[in-house]
């Protein structure tokens, strides 16, 4: 009788993607896998540890499948990913119920540790980060017309509030046959998006290459035959090249889409973040990106409550986000990590300053994507169609405009034949209500 297995991935979509590829290596060793975590022989949870709130949730999920084990539901209880890695010592010690702790390095051999576990006793596996596989095959958990494909693990950047390069070691870039065969792969089998992901996607290539290799990446990429768009996200401000920029101007499947996460834009805070730039040239990098790409949808992620910040600092953070008025943004409290240097910083900000200028970014932030979004009311939109919402009774899906799970949706009414999941379709816009888009099809 096969031993069933049952996955709960937390976080990243970098972390989702080892996931998929933990599954794989079960699956293929004869573990039978199971949707649901609590009807599985065994039970995994993919942890994220890499800020306060991830933690918490990768804790409260170990914690509800503990209480399943006690009852008997399940027979055992492993941790692997971000936390268990982080917290190697503190996991057993603390949560006495986990049969197994696995770091990332353990990856590659995660059946024959689950096997030895099965045979009795805890299991604990620490291996160099290095030695966590950078490709292999997935089960993938994303819906067959999209899927995300990760180009590089871990980081170089080292910025002082980050444990990424704790957790995940120095940027290892894939090779870039192995990114191409994988696509094609992810293509044969539906995908008619790929969203390129890594830590840092526009570093990809420099530590193999010897020089920034994304912009050559995404021409062969282009190549494939019924790809139809290729997102890309994540890309630092310093490594983004002019090549880069007029590949994603001249290539039809690239969407104009760049998720550019800046953090913030006193010069005085992002040096103590060791990230360079200031206000001025970070809204002259936006100006040139606009300039090069037309029509490029622009997409942030701001830190408010850093050490150090002042009411002027977070002064001059708001008026660079009314200068620029950026298409889409995400803004968090700074959360303070053990072992980074920020943690050791003085003039530590009070919880409630940090959460309230969060939410003062975000509210006029909100009101910025509802004016944009008004001004699109009459034009039609491509739209990848994803399913049927019977709460508002109608479709719903994203345009170029919008990542998965990340930014808004467009919903719109259907007069006469049903669309298909997973195909493009033209809707005229009628309305933004809440920053999402309401419209009807277009035959």
Same mark, same amino acid.
């Given at each position: 009788?096969?031993?069933?297995?049952?996955?709960?991935?937390?976080?990243?979509?970098?972390?989702?993607?080892?996931?998929?590829? =933990?599954? /794989?290596?079960?699956?293929?060793?004869?573990?039978?896998?199971?949707?649901?975590?609590?009807?599985?022989?065994?039970?995994?949870?993919?942890?994220?540890?890499?800020?306060?709130?991830?933690?918490?949730?990768?804790?409260?999920?170990?914690?509800?499948? /503990?209480?399943?084990?006690?009852?008997?539901?399940?027979?055992?209880?492993?941790?692997?990913?971000?936390?268990?890695?982080?917290?190697?010592?503190?996991?057993?010690?603390?949560?006495?119920?986990?049969?197994?702790?696995?770091?990332?390095?353990?990856?590659?051999?995660?059946?024959?540790?689950?096997?030895?576990?099965?045979?009795?006793?805890?299991?604990?596996?620490?291996?160099?980060?290095?030695?966590?596989?950078?490709?292999?095959?997935?089960?993938?958990?994303?819906?067959?017309?999209?899927?995300?494909?990760?180009?590089?693990?871990?980081?170089?950047?080292?910025?002082? +509030?980050?444990?990424?390069?704790?957790?995940?070691?120095?940027?290892?870039?894939?090779?870039?046959?192995?990114?191409?065969?994988?696509?094609?792969?992810?293509?044969?089998?539906?995908?008619?998006?790929?969203?390129?992901?890594?830590?840092?996607?526009?570093? +990809?290539?420099?530590?193999?290459?010897?020089?920034?290799? =994304?912009?050559?990446?995404?021409?062969?990429?282009?190549?494939?035959?019924?790809?139809?768009?290729?997102?890309?996200?994540?890309?630092?401000?310093?490594?983004?090249?002019?090549?880069?920029?007029?590949?994603?101007?001249?290539?039809?499947?690239?969407?104009?889409?760049?998720?550019?996460?800046?953090?913030?834009?006193?010069?005085?805070?992002?040096?103590?973040?060791?990230?360079?730039?200031?206000?001025?040239?970070?809204?002259?990098?936006?100006?040139?990106?606009?300039?090069?790409?037309?029509?490029?949808?622009?997409?942030?992620? #701001?830190?408010?409550?850093?050490?150090?910040?002042?009411?002027?600092?977070?002064?001059?953070?708001?008026?660079?986000?009314?200068?620029?008025?950026?298409?889409?943004?995400?803004?968090?409290?700074?959360?303070?990590?053990?072992?980074?240097?920020? /943690?050791?910083?003085?003039?530590?900000?009070?919880?409630?300053?940090?959460?309230?200028?969060?939410?003062?970014?975000?509210?006029?932030?909100?009101?910025?994507?509802?004016?944009?979004?008004?001004?699109?009311?009459?034009?039609?939109?491509?739209?990848?169609?994803?399913?049927?919402?019977?709460?508002?009774?109608?479709?719903?899906?994203?345009?170029?405009?919008?990542?998965?799970?990340?930014?808004?949706?467009?919903?719109?009414?259907?007069?006469?034949?049903?669309?298909? =999941?997973?195909?493009?379709?033209?809707?005229?816009?009628?309305?933004?209500?809440?920053?999402? #888009?309401?419209?009807?099809?277009?035959?």
């Amino acid at each position: 009788m096969s031993i069933k297995v049952g996955m709960i991935s937390l976080g990243c979509a970098k972390n989702q993607v080892d996931g998929e590829m =933990l599954m /794989a290596s079960l699956q293929q060793a004869g573990f039978e896998l199971v949707d649901d975590a609590a009807l599985a022989d065994i039970a995994i949870v993919n942890t994220c540890g890499f800020i306060e709130s991830a933690k918490k949730e990768s804790i409260e999920e170990i914690l509800e499948l /503990a209480q399943l084990k006690k009852e008997g539901r399940i027979k055992k209880l492993v941790v692997t990913g971000c936390l268990a890695e982080r917290y190697r010592e503190e996991m057993h010690k603390e949560l006495p119920e986990l049969d197994a702790v696995l770091g990332i390095g353990a990856n590659a051999e995660i059946a024959g540790h689950l096997k030895r576990m099965m045979e009795g006793g805890f299991v604990e596996a620490f291996p160099e980060k290095e030695k966590m596989p950078l490709c292999g095959g997935r089960v993938l958990t994303t819906p067959s017309y999209f899927a995300y494909l990760k180009i590089a693990e871990g980081c170089d950047n080292r910025c002082t +509030y980050c444990a990424i390069p704790l957790i995940r070691g120095g940027y290892r870039s894939r090779t870039m046959e192995s990114i191409e065969g994988e696509a094609r792969f992810l293509v044969q089998n539906g995908a008619k998006e790929l969203i390129l992901i890594a830590q840092d996607t526009t570093r +990809y290539g420099i530590d193999l290459y010897g020089e920034y290799s =994304l912009s050559k990446l995404l021409r062969r990429l282009c190549k494939i035959d019924g790809l139809h768009w290729i997102r890309v996200l994540y890309c630092y401000p310093d490594s983004i090249t002019d090549e880069l920029l007029d590949t994603m101007a001249c290539e039809e499947k690239i969407v104009k889409y760049m998720d550019i996460p800046l953090q913030h834009a006193s010069g005085k805070i992002l040096r103590a973040m060791n990230r360079r730039g200031d206000r001025e040239s970070l809204t002259s990098l936006m100006k040139r990106i606009r300039e090069k790409v037309p029509g490029v949808i622009l997409r942030t992620t #701001l830190i408010t409550g850093f050490p150090g910040e002042t009411n002027e600092d977070f002064t001059e953070l708001m008026e660079f986000v009314k200068e620029v008025r950026f298409d889409r943004l995400g803004c968090f409290a700074y959360s303070q990590e053990e072992d980074t240097p920020a /943690a050791e910083l003085p003039d530590q900000i009070d919880e409630d300053v940090k959460e309230r200028r969060a939410e003062i970014v975000m509210q006029d932030q909100m009101e910025i994507m509802e004016e944009q979004g008004q001004r699109l009311v009459g034009q039609t939109l491509e739209v990848l169609v994803e399913g049927f919402d019977r709460y508002a009774e109608c479709w719903f899906g994203r345009s170029a405009m919008d990542a998965p799970d990340i930014d808004g949706k467009v919903f719109f009414s259907v007069s006469e034949k049903k669309p298909v =999941l997973g195909s493009f379709v033209k809707v005229e816009i009628e309305d933004c209500m809440d920053c999402d #888009l309401t419209g009807h099809l277009v035959p």
